[in-house]
Every structure is written in C-alpha cells, then in structure tokens.
C-alpha cells in the first residue's frame, strides 16, 4: 500500500508540474503573440471574446500569483476558454471530441500493439534461436525503424490511394450517420484501420523486444529451470512461470514509453486527417489558436500522467513484492 | 544394493577457446539408504556432477562421458518422457541457491499444487500439505505466502519439502545451508536424518562444512579440480587421511575446534 501512496505522492507532484507549466508557458513566450492574434481578428472578435483571450494570455495587469489563481479555478470549473479557430466553439467541448477519437484509435492501437508485441516476444524467447526467432524480430525491427509519418504515408499511399482498400482519411464517411449500427460500425473501422495498423506497426518492436530479452533472462533463472526438472506442462511453464514474470520489467517500460507512442499518434492523425488531438492541434498551430493549444497540451500530458498511474496499479496487481508484507 | 552408480563421468564447459573440462571421469556410487557426503573446494565441480546426475546442466555445460546408472538404468541415454518420470518420483533436488528457485509470482501452495497436478493428476488435500509441511519444520500460514515473505532459512525448507513430494529413492542437496545460521542449520539437518530413517531414502549431501558430513554421513567423497580425491567413511577419513588436500581440510576443521592451537598430529 505504501509503494502505491508514494507513487501517487509523485503523479500528484507531476500533475502539479503540468498545469503550472501550461499556465506560465504563454506568460513567458517570447515575442507577443496575444498582439499578433489582436492584429489579424480585429474586428471579426466580440470585444468580450477578446477580453477572454487578453485574460487567458496573461496579458492582464494583476499580479502573477493572482493569474495563476484565477487559472487554477477556472481549470477546477473546466473552463478553458473559447477556441478561436472554431469560433466561438468553447475549447473544452472541441478538445472533448478530438480526445474521445484520439483516446479510441490509439487505445486500442496500443492495446494491440502491446498484446501482439509482448506475445511475439515472449513466443521468439521460447524458441529462442528457431526459425521464428530467426525471422519475426528483424522483421518487425525493420518496421520499426522508419518513422510514424512515414509509415503512414507508405500505408496511404499503397493500401489506400493505388489499390483503394481503404478511405483515405476522415473517422468515417461523409454519408455515414454516426449511430449504432453495423454500416456505421463498419465504416469506423475500415476507415481506422491504416492509422491503427500505423501505430500498431511503429510501436510493436519495442516490446516485442523488451519481452523477448527479460523472458530469455527469466528462461534462464532456476525456478524456470526446476520447473522443467519437476515435469509441469510446457504450456504452464510457459505461462505461469517465464511468461508472468517477464511482464513485469515489460510493464515498467510500457509506461516509460507510452509518452512516444501518444506522439507518434498525433502525428499519424494529421497524416490521416484523423478528427483527434494530433489533427486539432496541427489546425490549432496553423491558425494560431493559443487557448486550443494551451488546452490540447494539457489534456494530453494528463492523459499520459493518468496511463502511466493505471500501469503502476496493474504492475502492483501482478508483482506480489509490491503488495507489501514482511 | 547400489541405487545410483556413476562411471567415468565427464563434464565440459563450452567456451569461446574450446570445451574446459569441469568433472574429470569420476566414479562413485550411492546405496540404498545411504548418506554419502560429497565436498571439496569452491569450483571443484560438486554442482557440475549433481546437475549431471539429475541431466539438468544448462548450456553451455554439457555431458561429455560416462554414465550414470538408476537402479541400473542409465539417465544419461534416457528419453525426454522418461527423464520426466524419473525426476521427482526417483530422484530430486535442492538447489545451492533456494533464494531462486521458487517463482516469485506464485504463493507457496501453488508451487506444490503445480507439482501434484503435473505429476499426480490431481491436487493435494489440506492434509496432506500439512504433512509435507510438518516434515520440514514449517507452519501452515506459509503455505499461502509468497517466497519474498519468507526468510532464506523457510524458503530452503519450502524447497526441501518440494523435493519431498513424489517420495524419492535419492535427494540430491546442494549446500541446503549454506544461507542459514547454525542454529536454523543444525534444525534442519536434524529433520532431515529423522525424515530420512522415517522414509528410508538416500541422499546425496553436497557441503563445503566437513564437521556436518563426519557427523552425519555414511560415507564421505572429497572432491578437488573435478576429480575424486578420495572417498571413505568419516572415521577412517579421520583416522587416516590419504590425500594431502583432506588432511589440509581436516587440519583446518580442527584449528578451528581447538582455537587455534592444535595440530592434526596431537590428535588421535
Ligand atoms: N556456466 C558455466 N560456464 C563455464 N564454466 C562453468 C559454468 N558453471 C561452472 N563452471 C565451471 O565449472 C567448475 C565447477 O563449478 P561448480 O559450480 O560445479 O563448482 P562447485 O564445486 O559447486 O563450487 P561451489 O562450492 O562454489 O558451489 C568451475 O571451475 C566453474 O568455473
Ligand atoms: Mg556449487
């Protein structure tokens, strides 16, 4: 219980961290670019829309412990402001759908990704030096040393534009009605299909590799190595004994690596033109849209502090050394 | 009768300059019932030849010559089915470091239960884990600890009763102490002899701690650089030793007792 009190100690630190640094980056930007966004909607911005910003931006006279006052309670009321690419859309309802797409092709991407990869490693360790060993991580090594955008540009250009086996780009289709039902079903996946197979692609080597060396570590150790001796089935060796204890290195890993994939998400999302984060934010940046930015940022650095906190409850579920005791 | 006969046993190491020869064709046996005590310098091969014996040598060790006959087969030729088993129903073992042989992630009575389902078929009754519990000295409550709950002196005993499961003719122990204090070490090895008079298995007793062995074994094996130096009873190893590497250990056994100020020659 204690491990998990600190470890909560420290994510609470994190998260402190994060939204005080989203608070004092624009404060902080060289260069004026609250004067600049005034310059170009002159005129097209509602004087209070404009007096929203000017607060948001830090460019109010009052105190800087005042500011960041006010900015923590408006956070707490989950008031962002109002996006200004998608005038006079409030940020936290535009942020709320690109998350619920980014958090849905990613999710189950990496979800995939981790299965296949973790099981690929841990089957390549197993046989370690047989033809599967030989051939299935060099390949996926291979894979995985060309870039998300890339990757993702090959997969669009061949799968999607030369032999037309999938969309190429958007959620769904422009004549899908978003509901409950198989056509539209079967739109969202086909059309989530090259971006999932993208991250799923780019990220797999990693813990394809990862299992792979600690299970061969384990393989090795003598509770393994009595197991054979005592004659319990391969299947429950496999299992019970390499494979669960090799997950566990896995897994710390996985949370250290989860910040990479979540960017190499976004970046395949503005390939596809997929509807989440990664694209809102590219429209964000293009069109200078500071208060979207500042709440993109935020929602994804929490996003990822709140993934790295559910892999240390499941790693405090599967290690027993960690559950306390004598 | 002989239960384990090993002849002209051999064991090499792989390296990157050719196969290091680790056991040089050594021949001892172990009869019904007996307690034979194998020991010798660090590095002299004492768990080379216990892991042979069992053909659990994991690369880059390997057999290089000899055999080692069970009940007058030999395990060397065996086939994977076989081998299976004989281990555990024949002959077991305990590991030198008991620290790492049970899985981390599993309580202790899974251990067991894995053994009996993969073995026996089905799994053990409440009493019956008691009764393997009992031999070792071990409370219940342990059975659903995990191994890093345990102390070093309680995991050696898990391991010892683990071995104990199937009933088997021959317990090979590798350094089953070595972990432990002198009290908890005295228990144990006091259990086991009244467990071994009980059960009538013999047990092939691997220790750098001569005392124990001329306390309790029938007969002693000295081994130096892979190979047998000699191989008696403890009394006449005491009355008489041979080799000038058992008289160096016996020597130091007896510094030792005296505080320093004897010498093997003023004892008889
Ligand atoms: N995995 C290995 N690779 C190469 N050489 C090895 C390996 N394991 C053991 N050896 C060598 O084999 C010889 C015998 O080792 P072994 O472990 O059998 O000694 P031991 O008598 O059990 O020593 P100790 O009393 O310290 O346990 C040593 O010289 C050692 O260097
Ligand atoms: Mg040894």
């Keep these: 219980m204690n491990f998990l009190l600190s470890k909560m100690g420290l994510y609470a630190v994190a998260g402190w961290a994060v939204i005080t640094l989203n608070f004092l980056i624009p404060r902080l930007m060289p260069g004026d670019p609250a004067s600049a966004l005034f310059a170009r909607f002159k005129g097209k911005l509602k004087p209070d829309a404009m007096e929203a910003l000017r607060q948001q931006l830090g460019l109010n006279d009052a105190p800087l412990l005042k500011q960041y006052w006010d900015y923590i309670a408006q956070l707490a009321q989950g008031e962002f402001g109002l996006s200004i690419a998608f005038h006079p859309e409030p940020v936290l309802g535009v942020i709320k759908i690109g998350f619920i797409w980014t958090v849905g092709l990613s999710g189950v991407a990496v979800l995939i990704s981790v299965v296949v990869g973790t099981g690929l490693g841990a089957y390549a360790a197993w046989r370690q030096g047989g033809r599967f060993d030989a051939i299935v991580p060099p390949a996926v090594a291979f894979l995985a040393a060309f870039p998300y955008f890339f990757l993702a540009m090959i997969l669009l250009f061949f799968l999607g534009l030369e032999w037309g086996l999938f969309p190429l780009g958007m959620a769904y289709g422009p004549y899908s009605a978003p509901g409950f039902n198989g056509g539209f079903i079967y739109d969202l996946v086909s059309h989530g299909f090259l971006p999932c197979l993208t991250i799923v692609l780019a990220s797999l080597s990693g813990w394809l590799f990862v299992m792979r060396n600690t299970m061969i570590g384990v393989m090795g150790d003598e509770y393994v190595c009595l197991a054979h001796a005592k004659g319990l089935s391969r299947r429950r060796i496999f299992v019970a004994y390499a494979m669960r204890n090799a997950l566990l290195p896995s897994l710390t890993s996985f949370g250290m690596a989860l910040g990479f994939i979540v960017s190499g998400a976004l970046l395949t999302e503005v390939v596809f033109s997929y509807p989440g984060l990664g694209y809102l934010l590219l429209k964000a940046i293009l069109s200078q849209d500071y208060p979207l930015m500042q709440g993109i940022f935020l929602m994804i650095t929490l996003s990822v502090l709140l993934a790295n906190i559910l892999v240390d409850a499941l790693y405090y579920v599967l290690d027993p050394r960690t559950r306390g005791g004598r | ?268």
């Design chain 2, 1 to 268: 009768m002989n239960l384990l006969t090993v002849r002209g046993l051999s064991v090499d190491y792989a390296t990157p300059n050719g196969p290091a020869r680790a056991v040089h064709g050594i021949d001892f046996h172990v009869n019904q019932g007996e307690v034979i005590g194998l020991a010798g310098e660090s590095g002299s091969g004492k768990s080379t030849v216990a892991k042979a014996i069992m053909r659990i040598l994991q690369p880059p060790g390997f057999i290089s010559g000899g055999s080692v006959l069970l009940n007058g087969r030999d395990v060397l030729t065996m086939s994977r089915s076989d081998l299976r088993d004989m281990r555990w129903t024949e002959m077991a073992m305990v590991f030198q470091s008991a620290l790492d042989s049970l899985n981390p992630v599993l309580p202790i009575e899974a251990q067991f239960q894995d053994l009996a389902i993969a073995r026996l078929g089905r799994r053990l009754a409440p009493a019956q884990l008691r009764e393997f519990l009992r031999f070792v000295d071990l409370e219940n409550r342990v059975l659903s600890s995990y191994p890093h709950q345990l102390s070093g002196g309680m995991r050696q005993r898990v391991g010892i009763a683990l071995a104990l499961v199937l009933k088997p003719k021959l317990l090979i122990l590798d350094e089953p102490t070595t972990a432990l204090d002198v009290v908890v070490q005295r228990h144990i090895l006091r259990g086991l002899q009244r467990l071994q008079k009980e059960l009538n298995f013999s047990i092939l007793f691997i220790t750098h701690d001569l005392p124990v062995l001329l306390a309790m074994s029938d007969r002693i094996i000295i081994m130096k650089d892979g190979l047998v130096c000699e191989a008696d009873t403890p009394s006449a190893l005491r009355r008489r030793p041979e080799h000038p590497y058992t008289q160096q250990l016996l020597a130091s056994m007896q510094l030792l007792e005296d505080g320093g100020d004897g010498s093997p020659e003023e004892r008889t």
